[in-house]
C-alpha cells in the first residue's frame, strides 16, 4: 500500500516508521516508465522506497513552462503503487518554501553554468537547491536519477561528494521507447510530425557511438553524430559535445558521453549516450 503525504509533519511522521534501507526517487510528476524503472531499481536495492512528486518553481526559466507543466498526482500515484512505492511525498510549493523564495541556494559551479546551465540559466541552483532541501527531509541511504539528465546526475553526485551528504548517488539507464527515443515528460509536448523529427537526436547519438565503434577519433565522432542530425531536418540543435564521463574540461580518451540538446518545434529536447574513443597512438 502506498501512502500519499503532503507536509513536512507528515512526511516526518511516515519518515519515522520506515525500518530498515530507504531509497528516494525525487521527480515533478507527469511519471512514465522511466519513473517507474527508477522506482523499480530503489526496490531492488531498499528496504522502502519514497517518491517525490514537486514541480520546482526554482529551475524554471521565465520564459519556461512551470505553468504548463502537467500536474497528473492521481495517475502518477498509480504509477508509484504499481512499481511499489511505499511513500509519495507531494508538497505545495509553500511547503517546501515556507518563506518564499530562498535567499540562500546551492552553487553548482562551473560545470553548472555549462551546457544545460549555458542554455538555461540558473536552471541548476534550483535543482541543487531543492535536491539538497528533499535529501534534508527525507533522509535517504540511496537516490536514484536517471541518466537521461546526465548533467544533472552528475552534479547531485558533486553535491553530496563535496558538501558530505551521506547518500549514495544511484544513476539509472535510459529508458526509451521501441524506436530509440528517450522517455521524457515533454515527449508529450510533440506533435506526430514533431516526435519523427526528435527521433534524429537518438539517431546523432547512435551514429555517433558507431564512428567510435570503428576506430574513429573525437572530432570523427562529432562529426558522424552532426551528419546523422543533419539527415532529419526539423531539429535546432543547441549543443552536441563529447566529453568525458564526469563532464570535465580536456581531451577525451577512453570512456566518454556524447550529449545532446535541440529544440523540436516549441519542445527542448536532451539526451545523451555512453561510447568509448579508442586509445590515441
Not at 541552483?125 to 541518466?147: M, W
Not at 530509440?180 to 515528460?185: K, N, P, T, V, Y
Not at 518545434?265 to 545523451?272: E, Q, V
Request: hydrophobic content about 45%; some cysteine.
Amino acid at each position: 500500500m502506498t501512502e500519499l503525504v503532503h507536509t513536512r509533519a507528515e512526511l516526518a511522521k511516515a519518515r519515522a516508521g520506515l525500518a530498515g534501507t530507504v531509497g528516494v526517487v525525487m521527480t515533478m510528476g507527469a511519471l512514465h516508465p522511466g519513473h517507474e524503472t527508477l522506482i523499480r531499481a530503489a526496490r531492488e536495492r531498499a528496504d522502502h522506497v519514497l517518491v517525490t512528486i514537486f514541480v520546482n518553481p526554482l529551475q524554471f526559466g521565465p520564459n519556461e513552462d512551470f505553468d504548463r507543466y502537467p500536474r497528473t498526482l492521481d495517475t502518477d500515484l498509480e504509477v508509484c503503487r504499481r512499481a511499489g512505492a511505499d511513500l509519495v511525498f507531494a508538497p505545495a510549493v509553500a511547503d517546501m518554501y515556507p518563506d518564499g523564495q530562498p535567499t540562500v541556494r546551492v552553487n553548482p559551479g562551473e560545470l553548472g553554468e555549462e551546457l544545460e546551465g549555458q542554455s538555461r540559466p540558473g536552471f541548476f541552483h534550483g535543482v541543487l537547491t531543492v535536491v539538497l532541501k528533499l535529501l534534508q527531509l527525507t533522509r535517504p541511504d540511496f537516490t536514484f536519477f536517471g541518466e537521461k539528465d546526465y548533467q544533472q546526475l552528475t552534479l547531485v553526485r558533486r553535491m553530496a561528494r563535496d558538501l558530505d551528504v551521506p547518500v549514495e548517488v544511484v544513476g539509472v539507464p535510459t529508458v526509451r521507447e521501441p524506436d530509440g527515443l528517450a522517455l521524457s515528460s515533454r515527449n508529450r509536448y510533440l506533435s506526430a510530425d514533431e516526435r519523427q523529427v526528435a527521433l534524429g537526436l537518438s539517431a546523432a547519438l547512435r551514429a555517433g557511438a558507431a564512428a567510435a565503434e570503428r576506430g574513429a577519433d573525437a572530432g570523427d565522432v562529432l562529426a558522424a553524430a552532426h551528419r546523422a542530425l543533419g539527415a532529419t531536418p526539423g531539429a535546432r540543435l543547441d549543443y552536441l559535445v563529447l566529453t568525458d564521463p564526469d563532464l570535465e574540461p580536456g581531451p577525451v580518451a577512453g570512456p566518454a558521453r556524447l550529449l545532446i540538446a535541440a529544440w523540436v518545434g516549441g519542445t527542448r529536447l536532451i539526451d545523451n549516450l555512453a561510447i568509448r574513443l579508442a586509445p590515441r597512438s
